[in-house]
């Protein structure tokens, strides 16, 4: 089974970069390159435990959905989301969050399973892993800009 971890460091309070992390709102202004919105489920705000939210987005020339479940949730330590249905097996995308020198450690861990037997496991070698690694790798950008600047204000109210 294929992982992907990734650490970003934000220079910000471990909450609010927690409830940017899990904010539907940012996660559609972050996959704007794959007209990514959120269909079903929880459609706005914050998702929590045991929501779930149905993505429709473009990727590989494709329109996919995507249903996805908050399974596991510790504010604002961690939380975990897998997947309901989609063109994934399966997958799991663990979300931890550590104070760390005045700032967040925000750490990804995200382990899937590719359709088509070796069909899946030659996409994964050629052109899967980095595809999804770099929309994660966006995706940290854009919660670690909201959350070093004033913009986090626009999704979040504390």
Do not use: C
Request: glycine share 6%.
């Amino acid at each position: 089974m294929p992982r992907i971890e990734l650490q970003t460091h934000i220079k910000a309070r471990k909450e609010i970069v927690f409830d940017l992390a899990r904010s539907i709102d940012l996660h559609i202004i972050s996959t704007d390159h794959t007209n990514e919105t959120a269909i079903a489920g929880k459609t706005r705000g914050l998702i929590g435990l045991n929501e779930s939210v149905t993505w429709r987005a473009k990727h590989f020339g494709f329109y996919q959905n995507l249903t996805s479940k908050v399974t596991e949730f510790d504010r604002p330590n961690y939380f975990a989301d897998q997947m309901v249905s989609g063109a994934f097996r399966e997958f799991k995308h663990q979300h931890h969050f550590a104070e760390l020198n005045g700032g967040t450690l925000m750490t990804d861990v995200f382990d899937y399973k590719s359709p088509f037997g070796i069909l899946g496991k030659l996409a994964d070698k050629f052109f899967l892993k980095k595809y999804m690694t770099e929309l994660l790798i966006q995706r940290n950008r854009i919660v670690k800009a909201f959350a070093e600047s004033d913009k986090w204000k626009q999704i979040l109210t504390e």
